[in-house]
């Protein structure tokens, strides 16, 4: 598989191949991280998280044609407006959505996974009723598009540049609120011993309420970011559920690092792999890997060892 | 059941340990059981007296060291295979099949169908009945054969899942705080049943309530920190200072 | 099993009362009813019942979800319709083409010998032996990897549908193989039988009634026998029955199998009735959608799964022809619903609702008729409930 | 239910003056024969296989997804062909009869194809099918009409290798598009190596199959071949490849919404293709599709197709003005929304041609049948069931309209079982 290419070529190829799966490890970071909160922390299923990605897209979207209409000079920083509205839309409905639904449904996963799946359902639908069955696309701001030459082969396109560093923020700010703050500490808490937690008073309902809104939050922000690189259209959230879900389960579900090795690996492997064979089959061959290891190994790559 | 030279161990175990992410709950811990033999664990919390019952009964995976029970390494066995070897193992929180009868709980711990096709097969014949009829009166519930498990009393709870291990006949019984929130009462009948038991059995019984552990014990051993602190009968150990400092604070 | 002893008697029980409904319902009264256009379209909804029972056991009973169910479907469909199409793709009806005598479809993609995993679909008894065994084949092998190492709940539903993605990806992808994302399509005849005629239609309906009872009675034998008693107490307290001596994973592939095998009799008779396999019946969407059939059933219950997928499926045909815009947002209220508000579904709604007046009505005309088979120690003062039967323990 | 409707009846001939008045022109001069009729022939004339034809009305079915993932692409046909339905009917329909429809939702899923299919020939007894979008959905109706000896009228440009007695193809077959498109890389453009994309299914794996063949006639060099799941969204492997391989063409056969991602990667990338190198030549992405992308993100692209809706001339004129006069001035129309909407003006011109609505006897009377009045230009339906049409070039523009660069100076005969292309 390596015929007809030079070393110098396939040294090019190796390090474009790592960059364009670096891409691919942000869109799975920033999805994967609010679910791997909801689902680490609260053991929910969100099988609707694709389409709080995709609500967040939406909102950068309108915000997007806001400011071409009405502030056409800001334009070029409307993105990072976009970027907290998202936030704010998606960790407002997360927030309803907790206390209409997921609350009852605590200690149920598998009926999390079937209502949050209704919920996905009804989403899409309304984003097509609203937005219309047609992807929209947003237009970037001048500052985000070409590339940076480093080689003359190795490009790094601006806009991927700028989507991983907010994915790598956003971790490492969701690192520093679970494990360095006391709203994170309240969290482990209610995660690790619910009735001792209420006990020393905590407000177990009001965390799991805010937990779920920040996964939700993050998920819009994904959305976002998504833009500079994505479509968006009603159902394009769910084309990346099951990924996310298995980078989630492949990490081992109660730990952040885990997830983002995880996010690391596949998307390197796929991408790696996408060079040598057609896309279909380096997904398939992904993803029967990661099956595969999940069959061996069903706790994950990074999970604790825990007297159960 | 599996016939032993009586001048070997029933259960001999030896070195055995295991960690969590490093901490050693059960740390090089040996002791050894004589058959028909009533051995009493007690210590701390926090001793390692209920891993030291996961790693016996399969739950728990050793770290190392071994398990031998009537001739068999149990270590390498999956939990069903260590129940069919004879060893019968009863939860702290009483655990039996809520949704079931009395009656029904007992068949399907009754030693026979126990494979899919067993299962699929299995019919309740007049043998089945006999055996569920008289490992009831053992344990009490007699006139409760028809009533769901459901609404039986903690303590009855407690004596049916410890005639569910009967029924399986197994050479070890393994009790953890069998009388854990029982009455008085419900108490002595109990120490009265285990009584009957170890007439034919080897029980191993985890147990805070010393005056019950004087009732029942022949031995006890003493746990601390995942080791064997002390062992010997209840004055031995009672007498033993070091049990005494660890029970009464450094 | 106590039916086949007495039938008679059970028959009249309520229990065989049900039953009998049901085949009223889809023997007598739909094909009196409807043109055999909408019969047709019954009998395509009825295939997925064989899968809506199959979750009935292996999810309501032991509390494996699979989200992959339509993979088992579309495997078994994809058999079937490999032999129909070996059929139909004869040297003289495929004398156009470059390689005359293989499908069509292997052609245009420059195939010019027949794979050699479709070689045994000549032979009708290996078709139907392999609708029925690559789908167990397949689950026997996830069971194995994933229940001997105590993977269940969400990690199992995850995986499983993983497998869906994988599958019609693959599918889609190696299409002079499978058909790709068109699928196997004109299919014609079976052992020479036109199946596309109105009277093989309308004779595909009653073969797919009489298997569907075959799969009913065949559940209801299992959930009678000690095995399924151990699979409900398996779903609530599978430490007990693990330290009761019965190795669990076992169990666990068994109705696990079980499910895959009715899967595979659906999809086979989906492609017979419906005339053509595609991948878009396997995947993630697909495979989910069945969960809510059994589950608007009630999960527990066997003919509430037939009803549910009765139901789901006419409701949708019935959206899309007049409000199709409407049909998402039902559907997903329906998910919402079934988990939230009604989780026994119909058979749930209907023993909270119906069975009381029923009783009324039972009790009024004749004495309380006998319960089901005739109990020696069934005494709980529990009214017995045939939608939600899974205690029903076989006594003799 | 379907809905039944007299497209004439919902709107009343008399308010129709002001707004249609090119519509007239139209119908008007392409009716000349047919309007002269002194009388409507009888019924058992022209029918003598029981189809829902009266002494006044003729039963048409229309036959596309509304709902699920398709619904956006095929929209634009359900509206030109209900477009051409009022046409006919203002100019007096077909052998005296107006044209009433029966409209089905195949709601994406193939199955509900063959069943609507199934329910308009067995039920509504229609006389001919205007519909399907997707060569899925067109298999899965096509062992049905067959069965009951229908008409389907099929829309889409599609990957060939099939002939049916059934179905008129309205649309352009692979080699119509590809060859005059790969010819005019190579001659205008001096193109030498050739990049192939598609998305994973029949169609663009059949058509980068012909186009590989073709260039491999020509002399010349592909130098990559790459497909990805639909709905894939990375397109930065690829592109990676492309940069290394620098083809002069990437020919490329990517649909729906996996586009839009590949084409704001590519410009993310730094590629411009304003700048040709490499070119980028599509027969996947008509306006319609612009309309998702966005025209900055494909601003300089090639496409080659039948159709373009800047196509300048009198009769796509007409068509363009009375199109968004019935559905709105924002509306864009592509290639298939113009091929749909050819159905209905050649079932009747069969129909007038056989003097009967029987089937047998319009698939007779089908081939030869001219159309001067396409949108197109001017079609003519071959033998085998397609059309004689000709191959345009258009480059995209920002404003999402493509601005035609070249026509073949013949039509192009339909072939779909090109030799030696297989």
Known sequence: ?308 | ?250 | MKTSASPLKWLASREGLYYLALALLLVVILPLALDPFRLNMVGKYLTYAFVAVGLVMCWGKAGILSLGQGVFFGLGGYCMAMFLKLEASTPEATAIQSTPGIPDFMDWNQLTELPWFWEPFHSFAFTLIALIGVPVLLALIIGLAMFTRRVGGVYFAIITQAIAAILTILIIGQQGYTGGVNGITDLQTLMGWDIRTDEAKTLLYFVCVGLLFLCLFTARFVQNRKLGRILVAMNAQEMRVRFSGYDVAAFKIFVFCLAAAFAGVGGALFTLIVGFMSPSFIGIVASIEMVIFCALGGRLSLLGAVYGALLVNAAKSGFSESLPELWPFLMGALFIGVVLAFPNGLAGLYQTYVMPLEARLFRRRTPTPPAAPATGRKDDGKPFDPMIDHFSPEKS | MGTTTTAAGRRPSGTRKGLRGSLWTLAASVMLASTAQAAVPPTPEVNTTGLAVTDDTVKVGILHSITGTMAISEIGSVQAEKLAIDQINAAGGVLGRKIEYVQEDGASDWPTFAEKARKLLRQDDVAAIFGCWTSASRKAVLPVIEQYNGMLYYPTFYEGLEQSPNVIYTGQEATQQILAGIDWAVKTKGAKTFYLLGSDYIWPRTSNKIARKHIDKLGLKVVGEEYYPLGHTQFNSVINKIKLKKPDVIFASVVGGSNVAFYKQMKAAGVDFTDEKPLLLTISVTEDEIRGIGGENVNGIYASMKYFQSLDNPNNQDFVKAFKAAYGDDMVIGDVTQAAYLGPWLWKMAVEKAGSFDIDKIREASPGIEFTKAPEGYVRIHENHHLWSKTRIGQAQTDGQYKVVYETPELMEPDPFPEGYQ
């Open chain 2, 1 to 250: 059941m599996n016939t032993v030279n009586s001048k070997d161990f029933l259960l001999a175990v030896e070195g055995l340990t295991v960690s969590f992410d490093g901490f050693k709950a059960v740390d090089d811990l040996s002791f050894y059981l004589d058959p028909r033999e009533i051995r009493v664990i007690i210590g701390p919390n926090g001793a390692g007296k209920t891993t030291v019952l996961d790693l016996i009964c399969g739950k728990t995976r050793a770290t190392s060291g071994s398990i031998r029970f009537a001739g068999k390494e149990l270590t390498r066995l999956k939990e069903h295979q260590i129940v069919h070897a004879g060893v019968g193992r009863k939860f702290q929180t009483p655990s039996v099949f809520e949704d079931l009868t009395v009656f029904e709980n007992l068949e399907v711990s009754y030693p026979r169908g126990h494979s899919v096709m067993g299962a699929l097969a299995f019919r309740r014949d007049a043998a089945v009945v006999e055996a569920v009829e008289s490992v009831a009166e053992t344990i009490f519930l007699k006139d409760q054969l028809d009533r769901p498990a459901a609404l039986l009393s903690h303590g009855q709870k407690q004596w049916l899942e410890i005639g569910m291990l009967l029924i399986q006949k197994p050479d070890l019984l393994m009790l953890d705080e069998p009388v854990a929130g029982m009455s008085v009462t419900e108490r002595k009948k109990t120490a009265e049943l285990l009584k009957v038991i170890t007439e034919n059995h080897t029980v191993l019984v985890i147990e805070h309530d010393m005056q019950f552990v004087g009732d029942i014990a022949d031995r006890v051993t003493v746990m601390h920190q995942g080791k064997v602190l002390s062992e010997g009968s209840i004055e031995h150990v009672k007498s033993d200072p070091k049990v005494i400092e660890v029970y009464l604070g450094h």
């Open chain 1, 1 to 308: 598989m390596f015929d007809g290419y030079t070393t110098s070529e396939l040294l090019s190829i190796f390090a474009m191949q790592g960059f364009a799966g670096l891409s691919l490890f942000s869109v799975f970071v920033l999805m994967a991280l609010g679910l791997a909160i909801i689902f680490g922390q609260m053991g929910v299923i969100n099988m609707a998280h694709g389409e709080f990605m995709i609500l967040g897209a939406y909102t950068t979207y309108l915000t997007s044609n806001l400011f071409q209409s009405y502030l056409p000079s800001l334009f070029s920083g409307y993105f990072f407006v976009a970027m907290l509205l998202a936030f704010v839309v998606c960790a407002a409905l997360g927030a309803l959505i907790e206390w209409a639904m997921i609350r009852h449904l605590y200690r149920r996963p598998l009926d999390t996974l079937l209502a949050t799946w209704g919920l996905s359902l009804i989403m899409q639908q309304a984003y097509r009723s609203i937005f219309g069955a047609r992807e929209v696309g947003v237009e970037l701001p001048e500052w985000m598009m070409g590339a940076i030459q480093v080689t003359d082969l190795v490009e790094l396109p601006i806009n991927g540049l700028f989507v991983m560093i907010i994915a790598l923020a956003i971790a490492l700010g969701v690192y520093l609120l679970m494990y360095r703050s006391g709203w994170g500490r309240k969290v482990r808490a209610v995660v690790q011993n619910r009735p001792m937690a209420e006990a020393v008073g905590i407000n177990s309902a009001g965390v799991d309420r805010a937990t779920f809104a920040l996964g939700c939050g993050i998920a819009g922000i994904a959305g976002a970011a998504f833009t500079m690189i994505g479509s968006t259209g009603p159902s394009s959230g769910q084309a990346y559920i099951v990924d996310t879900f298995l980078v989630v389960v492949f990490g081992g579900a109660q730990s952040l690092i885990g997830t983002i090795v995880s996010a690391f690996s596949i998307s390197q492997a796929q991408s790696t792999m996408e060079f040598f064979m057609s896309g279909s089959m380096a997904k398939v061959l992904t993803l029967l890997v990661v099956v595969g290891i999940l069959m061996l190994r069903p706790e994950g790559l990074m999970a604790l060892k825990v007297r159960r």
